[in-house]
């Protein structure tokens, strides 16, 4: 395995090069088809993109703080609080160096996250597996079904280029650099606790394969001491103050989840959901493909665990895909839930690796049509990405 670490940042910045400039045309493919669709039906590309559904909270946030709520007439309470604080913090800083608005300030920081992502995949795979291997994953991240997420002021982009480098970090033994990239991602959703665990479970194993073997790779132990210490500290600290803002103690954060009908029920809920499709001819198809796509997951995480990829990908993917799949509310939005996930597509990379570039490209341009129409019809529509 070739050692990155020592790498300077222009020359891995030139070998990522084509996986960038790859994952830039997609996503340009994809506004251009978000822009066209929208003017057909009268609306605006810019808005749908900065100023919908969970990117308006995070406005409310930059702009107004913590504290906004919406009382339903069920009796549900929507808090802000649900919402983690780094996006917002980073759209009022670039707010008040520019003359951008919150929104537009975070389709920017959005933009600017999703090229680092792309670049931060990349970075993990080609470690692991080779450049081939790592273009061809950013290239699938890309085109991703649900991709238009990957453009919009959401934190799927932030997240994945938060974890991914922190996932780096961890591959070329920056267990510091590991850790303070952990505890950001944590600032910015709450399946940061993935990063959290992979980056424990690594420097686990790292510390338990030295003493085995006798050798520590050169590395004493307190950068990965440290690294562990720094992981947990975004979400932990966030979640606390929460607590203490609401009054209900470490507790707080979950009730305010409660008040959005979301938590952790081991996929109940879900499967209910799946159920109820059954009740009718048409719904049933969709309850078929829902029962498809989640059989395809654990798939191509058998297929992952297979693979033998580092212990650190297992457990960010796994606890990704858990969380996703067995969270109790919005079950539209699983699929960009699982967006971050983006380990469980090296089994599908390293094929499209190994196939002639012609036929590579064909699939990737086809799925790349595919995921720009989707995308302008999807946000185009009245259901939450």
């Known amino acids: 395995m070739t050692d990155l ?4 940042a222009p020359p891995l910045l030139r070998r990522a090069a084509p996986a960038l400039l790859g994952y ?15 003017a057909a039906r009268d609306k605006s590309a810019l808005t749908l993109l900065s100023a919908r559904w969970d990117s308006l909270w995070y406005t409310r946030v930059a702009e107004l703080g913590y504290g906004y709520e919406v009382r339903l007439p069920n009796g549900d309470v929507h808090s802000n609080l649900a919402f983690f604080p780094l996006l917002p ?7 008040a160096v520019t003359p951008l608005s919150y929104a537009h300030a975070g389709l920017v920081v959005a933009t600017l996250a999703s090229l680092a992502a792309a670049w ?3 970075a993990v795979v080609d470690q692991v597996y ?29 997240f994945t280029a938060l974890a991914a480098w922190s996932l780096y970090a961890v591959l ?35 510390y338990l394969r030295d003493r085995s073997t006798g050798t520590s790779d050169g590395a004493p132990v307190w950068p990965r001491a ?23 103690g470490p507790l707080g954060y979950l009730d305010v989840q409660a008040g959005w009908r979301n938590g952790f029920d081991g996929g109940y809920a879900f499967a209910r959901f799946v159920a109820d499709k059954f009740t009718s001819f048409p719904s049933a198809l969709a309850g078929i493909g829902l029962i498809v796509g989640v059989a395809l997951i654990i798939w191509l995480y058998v297929l992952c665990v297979r693979q033998g990829q580092p212990l650190s990908l297992l457990v960010y993917a796994g606890v990704v895909t858990a969380l996703a799949l067995c969270a109790s509310s919005y079950f539209g939005s699983k ?31 086809g799925a790349a049509a595919a995921m720009a129409v989707y995308g302008a019809f999807w946000l185009n529509g009245s259901g939450p990405p």
């Open 226 to 248: 440290l690294g562990m210490l720094l992981a947990p500290m975004g979400a932990a600290g966030y979640v606390l103050w929460v607590g203490r803002h609401t009054g209900r």
């Open 5 to 8: 670490a020592t790498r300077p």
């Open 120 to 122: 931060g995949i990349f």
């Open 24 to 38: 830039a045309a997609v996503r340009a493919l994809g506004i251009v088809a978000l822009t066209l669709w929208s």
């Open 89 to 95: 913090w980073l759209e009022r800083a670039v707010s």
């Open 172 to 206: 070329t033994g920056r267990w510091v650099s590991a850790g303070a990239l952990a505890a950001l991602a944590g600032l910015t959703r709450p399946v940061g606790l993935a990063v959290v665990a992979a980056v424990w479970a690594a420097a686990i194993a790292s």
């Open 335 to 365: 699929p960009r839930l699982l967006m971050p996930a983006f380990p469980l597509l090296l089994p599908l990379a390293q094929a499209l690796a190994r196939a002639r570039t012609p036929r590579s490209a064909a699939i990737l341009g």
């Open 130 to 158: 080779g450049r081939r291997v790592g273009v061809c994953a950013v290239l699938l991240w890309a085109v991703l079904p649900v991709g238009v997420v990957q453009s919009m002021a959401y934190t799927e982009s932030l």
